[in-house]
């Protein structure tokens, strides 16, 4: 229960409530409003001069819940504690937020209203979610990781038989399918080693690394699919101004050997590939969390088949895939690496139009 001397707020409460994080919105025994403070404004999109003096339910009008729990605190005197709802910004976004009330008396023991407290919990909810896929990638991992080993021996000897028997065989045709057997066996067999290093990453050897050395060597070594899918535009865009970056060259050539081969997979023949690196100042960077760092940012731009909307969110989950070849481990991998060096991806994909993928990697933390 919370007790107050008077409804009318001295000076100093109504700057101790103006300075909450919380919000707090107080109401009369009518349910007209007294009090709205700048954090409630803040949650709720709604500012205090609208709010003040109007009738609770006039100021949330989508959120029925909260006129229960409000009049079950005044008729009632019910507490709440606590609880989780979704309320109605201003201009329609809904913000998860835990509600808290309490009925407010005089010092004669009469009840003069109520409180809510708001706090807004909508950065809980990706936290939760973040914390459900690492769990559900720790299982994934383990589970792939012995079922990779598991199929790695019987592979090597499936590819060893085949190569005998090409030995043995004078006929051509037939050379054709244990030259297929053997191709394939590599192919699964380069599938398992990424499965196994999903699982057990290696750890990073950071080591300043020229970025765009690393970039260069990547195309060097597609060159060959470039050519033989007739990909004439690939432009590099370096920006020379990017220091070197503290990383493991051999896992960050990894990650940009995914998303070049990407690209490349993605556009048609004529297609475009642009790699464009630049150093991002804050201003280029929208996460709150991200800010006051600098970052290189490396960016690679197709104008491929680009990724339908749907798809966005699980582009980084292992062995999701769009391909008939594909073990859509690409990008779960290039995930985990990018995470170990404190950096972080942006995605930006129209379908029919093209995608840009963005790395942005600390460099602020040599030294
Ligand atoms: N540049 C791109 N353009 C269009 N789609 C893309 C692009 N990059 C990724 N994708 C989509 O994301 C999916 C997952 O990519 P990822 O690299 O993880 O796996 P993959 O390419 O399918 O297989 P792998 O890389 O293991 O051979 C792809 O199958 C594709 O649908
Ligand atoms: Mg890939």
């Not at 349910?31 to 409630?40: E, G, K, P």
């Not at 913000?95 to 008396?105: L, Y």
């Not at 990424?194 to 950071?206: G, H, R, T, V, Y």
């Not at 556009?267 to 600098?294: P, S, W």
Request: glycine residues 8%; neutral net charge; aromatic residues 8%.
């Amino acid at each position: 229960m919370v007790y107050v001397v008077s409804m009318e707020k001295p000076d100093i409460s109504e700057n101790i409530i103006e300075s909450l994080a919380q919000g707090v919105i107080a109401v009369d025994n009518l349910m007209n409003i007294t009090v709205f403070n700048q954090a409630a404004e803040k949650i709720t999109g709604i500012s205090s001069s609208y709010a003040v003096k109007r009738h609770f339910t006039d100021v949330f009008t989508r959120d029925r819940w909260l006129h229960d729990i409000m009049n079950a605190t005044i008729k009632k005197c019910n507490v709440f504690t606590e609880y989780e709802g979704s309320i109605v910004q201003r201009y329609g976004t809904p913000r998860s937020v835990s509600v808290t009330t309490a009925p407010v008396f005089n010092t004669k023991g009469d009840m003069i209203g109520a409180v809510v407290i708001l706090k807004d919990t909508s950065h809980i909810k990706p936290l939760e979610q973040e914390s459900a896929r690492r769990d559900r990638l720790a299982f994934i991992g383990t589970f792939a990781a012995s079922l990779a080993h598991e199929v790695k021996n019987p592979l090597g000897g499936i590819r060893g038989a085949a190569q005998l028997l090409s030995k043995r065989l004078k006929e051509k045709t037939f050379r054709e399918y244990t030259d297929l057997i053997i191709r394939e066996s590599d192919r699964l067999n380069s599938i398992m080693e990424d499965i196994l290093e999903f699982a057990n990453p290696k750890k990073i050897n950071p080591l300043p690394v020229n970025i765009h050395k690393i970039l260069d060597d990547v195309l060097m070594l597609q060159q060959c699919t470039i050519d033989a899918r007739g990909i004439n535009n690939i432009i590099r865009e370096y920006d020379p101004s990017i220091p070197p970056i503290l990383g493991d060259s051999e896992q960050l050539m990894q990650v940009f050997l995914n998303i070049i081969k990407n690209s490349i997979e993605a556009v048609g023949k004529n297609g475009e590939v642009r790699i464009i690196t630049r150093v991002a100042a804050d201003f280029h960077l929208i996460e709150e969390r991200y800010r006051g760092g600098k970052f290189a940012e490396i960016e690679v731009r197709d104008n491929g088949c680009g990724i339908p909307e749907e798809y966005i969110e699980k582009i980084f989950t292992p062995f999701f895939t769009t391909k008939k070849k594909g073990s859509g481990l690409g990008l779960a991998i290039s995930l985990k690496i990018i995470k170990e060096h404190g950096g972080f991806f942006r995605i930006d994909s129209t379908q029919g139009k093209g995608t840009v993928v963005s790395v942005l990697l600390p460099i602020t933390r040599e030294g």
